[in-house]
């Protein structure tokens, strides 16, 4: 990103058909001082083509122009956040542990490369500093989320005396307490067509979650507040998230549930050694938090995660089973203590990062590698019950809260922790699953609610919706900003990309149902001549409805929004070792109509790992 000035930056170039372009942030919004500095989200953004004889409203080829419209859409649906002056992307002890090798590098430089959303875009810029000075041009943006509960001022009504702390200290501290959330930008992508570990040991939705506490000197009586971003205590814990390591994916085929899918490969326990090797050099010891349930639908997946970890015997690395839903069911969610009592001790010995004045008191050792199906709810849930248990040791240790209270005591701070790791977890669910997180209620309010169940009911329906018929262009949009896919050919090449190639009966069934819905309902409206005769116009309708919707079910996989740059044509074909739930929506004859559909689909049985494809090249990172 580079900076021309405070409000206008440059996110990255891209290459496509016709032009070169350059991305421009012209909208920015305050989130909030950290550190120091000013935290923003870019709100607003313009794509300038390089060309002066290109258009980026009126392009002169509809794959350009299909392809510009997939950018814009990346942009306006993400959550983009930046600062000039403090690196975001790195957790406080990564920082401070650099701090010396920073002061003689460019800020871009020490960017966490995982976290470094347009680091691809910038390649150029990059590249151009090895030969001359182009380091202010270049600045990161990070894709996450952060939520800033400034100020929480802790007042005398909460009886300061009960904290064991002196009378001058009545009137209160100043705290500052921040949540921040960081997306990798390996395997990044949607809730259905990342899954999973790669052959470069990356998972699919991978956050980074660390947890601020900042705590300035004591207030005296009757002063008043100058946040002078100077903090008696500094204190940091981090989590990590992220697709269970091993090859499995979830075919869409229009069904609720998905057919799952999982990849018995011979390189599964090498990339799960290099991801796990990974982390412990980055993290520490590693605690392996398994959510996902030990029987039906997801245990496949959970028995080849723990049947490779046990074979791996990894030193550093700890495996903890937790069956949520069978332990939380009846809505008895107050059952997260038994995890958090089984992880208290490891939690102690670990730690948290702690800076006292801007000297190191300990450092945080190891972390909680937490996992569920999609990472997201049942993930978020647990994450906030350990950020929770770890807080209240924070405020015991630095002498706020006495031994044994807790934040639950004070309801102005326990409101504001809650609300801020619902809102953490909303947006991590949002930017993969597409609605918010589920189970947010109990998040909120330390409790499950009826209420809530009605809520995720309404969420999942958008999930479904989302990730059936508008996926596909979100995981494409995603493979083109981060550089997995790069157009090389004539556009000519690639009009199917805005082209529909389906066989005319596959799309022409959906309008047949429409029609017949059409017609039910206006012959709820027409005037009834004889009731025989209604009776046989309503069935006529009624079972055009009804063929044509056992049709589309039949052949599902025909009908959902798939990436079209990168076809996921080696899962859906796969035939392989391992475990299928089902073959569903593949059709009733030749094998399900794998090799008519393979056409328009894709290659049957591409590999990711391939160089090219018929639409551009897939790159394989050496950045």
């Known amino acids: 990103m580079c900076v021309l000035h405070r409000s206008v930056t440059v996110v990255a170039g891209l290459m496509f058909y016709l032009a ?130 400034v100020n929480i001022k802790t007042q005398s009504k909460f009886d300061w005396t009960a904290f064991g702390l002196r009378s001058t200290f009545t009137h209160g501290r100043h705290i500052q307490f921040c949540l921040i959330s960081r997306r990798s930008r390996f395997r990044a992508g949607t809730r259905y067509f990342r899954r999973g570990i790669d052959n470069e040991g990356h998972v699919a939705n991978f956050n980074e979650t660390e947890q601020l506490l900042l705590v300035e000197n004591p207030t005296v009586a009757g002063a008043q507040h100058i946040c002078s971003d100077l903090y008696a205590h500094e204190l940091s814990f981090v989590q990590i998230r992220g697709s269970i390591p091993v090859f499995w994916a979830e075919v869409n085929t229009l069904r609720y549930k998905p057919d799952l899918q999982v990849m018995d490969l011979q390189e599964t326990a090498s990339v799960m050694k290099k991801h ?75 730690g948290y990062f702690r800076l006292d004045a801007s000297r190191p008191v300990k450092l945080q050792q190891g972390v909680v590698r937490t996992n569920c199906m999609d990472n997201l ?126 066989p005319l009966i596959i799309r022409s069934i959906p309008a047949v149902a429409s029609f017949s819905l059409f017609m039910i309902f206006a012959g709820l409206t027409l005037p009834r001549t004889s009731d025989y005769s209604l009776v046989y116009y309503f069935m006529l309708w009624f079972s055009l409805l009804t063929a044509a919707l056992i049709f589309m079910l039949v052949h599902g996989i025909d009908y959902v929004s798939w990436p079209r740059l990168i076809p996921p044509t080696d899962i859906i074909y796969y035939n392989g070792p391992g475990y299928r739930s089902g073959n569903h929506g593949k059709g009733l004859q030749d094998n399900f109509g794998l090799v008519k559909r393979a056409k328009w689909l894709g290659t049957k049985g591409t590999r990711v790992g391939a160089e090219h494809i018929e639409l551009g090249e897939i790159k394989k990172r050496v950045d």
């Open 20 to 149: 070169d372009y350059v991305i421009v942030i012209t909208g920015r919004e305050l989130k909030g001082r950290l550190m120091g500095h000013d935290v923003y989200r870019a709100s607003n953004f313009d794509i300038l083509p390089l060309n002066p004889n290109v258009s980026v409203h009126n392009p002169h080829h509809p794959v350009e122009a299909h392809l510009l419209a997939l950018v814009s859409s990346h942009l306006r649906g993400g959550n983009f956040v930046f600062a000039y002056g403090w690196d975001l992307t790195r957790r406080l002890q990564a920082q401070w542990k650099s701090q010396e090798q920073a002061a003689h590098r460019a800020f871009w430089e020490m960017a966490d490369d995982r976290f470094f959303w347009n680091r691809f875009l910038q390649t150029k810029l990059i590249e151009a500093s090895a030969n001359q000075d182009v380091s202010k041009f270049i600045l990161p943006i990070m894709y996450g989320s952060k939520q800033l509960s």
């Open 276 to 350: 796990f090797q990974e982390l412990v050099s980055i993290y520490g010891n590693q605690y392996l938090v398994n959510l996902v349930n030990h029987k039906g639908y997801e245990k496949p997946v959970k028995d080849a995660y723990e049947r490779h970890v046990t074979e791996l015997k990894l030193p550093n690395v700890r495996y903890e089973y937790f069956d949520f839903h069978t332990e939380c069911k009846n809505m008895r969610w107050d059952r997260i203590s038994i995890l958090t009592d089984i992880l208290k001790d490891d939690l102690e010995k670990e």
């Open 377 to 502: 709810d049942r993930t978020n849930v647990v994450q906030g019950a350990l950020a929770k248990f770890m807080l209240n040791k924070q405020l015991i240790e630095i002498g706020i809260l006495p031994p044994g209270a807790s934040i639950d005591d004070y309801e102005a701070f326990s409101k504001d922790f809650r609300e801020i790791w619902a809102d953490h977890g909303d947006a991590i669910a949002v930017a993969y699953g597409g609605s918010g997180a589920l189970k947010s209620d109990f998040t909120r309010t330390n409790k499950r609610t009826r209420r809530g169940v009605l809520e995720d009911g309404i969420k999942s329906t958008l999930r479904y919706l989302k990730n059936n018929y508008f996926d596909g262009a979100r995981q494409d949009a995603f493979d083109l900003v981060m550089g997995t896919w790069i157009p090389r050919k004539n556009p000519a090449t690639a009009m199917f990309l805005v082209t529909d190639a389906r």
